[in-house]
């Protein structure tokens, strides 16, 4: 059993770097909890909308994300990713480039669907 969920998080998370690199408002809408908070690697702290008004104006651009480490934490019916990422792209006609650790909270909604309701990033500055 905890194979298999194990495999739906590995799965919800390729899918939402996709939605991330194509700017794939609809599946990060299905993704992504109405009530998410996410903490970016500036302190601030955002929903939703302002995650998909980023991908649906421009203003947010990612042209590369490499997964360099990961690991999952499994609980009941939450799952808590952390990782390592590399992201290129641009916000706000900026290169935003750089080294990242996410962690996310991932929550099983109904028993059928994983959305992200939590998240964090933090720079990595070796």
Request: proline residues 1%; hydrophobic residues 40%.
């Amino acid at each position: 059993m905890e194979n298999s969920r194990e495999i739906q998080i590995l799965e919800a998370e390729e899918l939402l770097c996709n939605a991330m690199l194509e700017s794939d408002t609809v599946a990060l809408d299905k993704l992504l909890s109405s009530n998410l908070i996410f903490t970016n690697h500036l302190g601030q702290v955002l929903g939703k909308k302002d995650d998909l008004d980023a991908h649906k104006s421009g203003l947010l651009h990612i042209s590369d994300i490499s997964v360099d480490e990961q690991q999952i934490k499994l609980q009941t019916d939450t799952a808590v990713v952390f990782a390592k990422v590399t992201i290129c792209g641009n916000y706000d006609g900026n290169p935003a480039n750089g080294t990242f650790r996410f962690t996310r909270v991932w929550q099983n909604i109904e028993g059928n669907h994983w959305e992200v309701i939590a998240a964090h990033s933090s720079v990595i500055t070796v």
